[in-house]
C-alpha cells in the first residue's frame, strides 16, 4: 500500500462528491455529496501525514479540525434545510429559484 | 500481493461503492445508508494509515452524529412522492465534469513523485501536545466555531409560533 493508492482513492472519492453537488436535486442529498468531499479531503490529510516525517502530526490534527468544521457546518445546514421545508414545502433546490435573475 | 495492500483493496472497495451509492441512489435514507458505509469504510483507511484516533473519532462522529441528524432531517422533510427523478438536468455535464476533475488529479498523482516512508505511528500523546501547544488557538477557534453554529442552528430552526414580530 503506497500513497499513490491512497490519493486516488482521495481524488475518486472527491470526484464522486463533486457529480452528487451538481447532479442532485434533493438538498440533503446535496448535503450527503458535500460530506463525501470533506472526507476524502481527510484521507488525503492523513494519508499525507502517515507517509512522510515522524515528527510531524500537522495532517491528523488539521483532519480533526475538518471533521469538528464538517460537524458544525451540517448541523446548520440542516437548521436552513428545515426552515426552507417550513416556508417552502418543498426541498427541491431546482424550485428555490427566488434570487434567480 | 501484501496482506495490507489486499486491506486496503476492500476498504477502498466499500469507500468508493458507498460513494457511488450516496450520489445515485433513488431512495434518499437509501443515501444516508450508504454514506455511512462509506464513512466506516473510510474508518477503516485510517486504521490501515496507523491513526487508530482518527478512526474512532470518524466513527463517533460521522457514523454516530452526523448520520443521525442527517437522517432525522430526513424524515422532518418528508417528500410524499419517489416517483420523481432525484436528478436534475445537470447531471451528464456533472458526470463529464467530475470524470475531468478525477482526470486531473489522477494525472497530477501518477507523475509527481510522491513520499514513500515506511508508515509510522504517531501516537495520541503527540496529537494532544500538538492539539494544546502548537495548535491552541485553532483548538479554542474550533470550540467557538461549535458554540456559534449550534446558537445558529437552534436560532434558525426554531419554529414561528412567536409570530413575525
Known sequence: ?101 | MSLELFAFLGMAVLVLAGGLGAVTAKNIAHAALFLLISLAGIAGVFILLVSEFLALVQILIYGGAVTIVLLFALMLTRVEDFSNVLDNAQRPIAAILAALVFGAMAAVFLTEPLPSQPLHRAGIESIGNALFTQWAIPFEVASLVLLVALIGAIIIARGSERGNE
Not at chain 1, 491512497?6 to 481524488?11: F, I, K, P, Q, R
Not at chain 1, 472519492?13 to 436535486?25: K, N, P, T
Not at chain 1, 490534527?61 to 451540517?74: D, H, Y
Open chain 1, 1 to 101: 500500500m503506497e500513497l499513490l493508492h491512497v490519493e486516488l482513492l482521495s481524488g475518486a472519492l472527491f470526484s464522486l462528491g463533486l457529480f452528487g453537488v451538481l447532479a442532485r436535486r434533493n438538498a440533503i442529498m446535496v448535503l450527503i455529496a458535500i460530506e463525501l468531499m470533506l472526507n476524502a479531503v481527510n484521507i488525503n490529510l492523513v494519508g499525507y501525514a502517515a507517509y512522510t516525517d515522524p515528527e510531524r502530526v500537522a495532517g491528523q490534527v488539521i483532519a480533526i479540525f475538518v471533521i469538528t468544521i464538517a460537524a458544525a457546518e451540517v448541523g446548520l445546514a440542516l437548521a436552513i434545510i428545515l426552515r426552507l421545508y417550513r416556508n417552502r414545502g418543498t426541498v427541491n433546490l431546482d424550485e428555490v429559484n427566488l434570487l434567480k435573475w
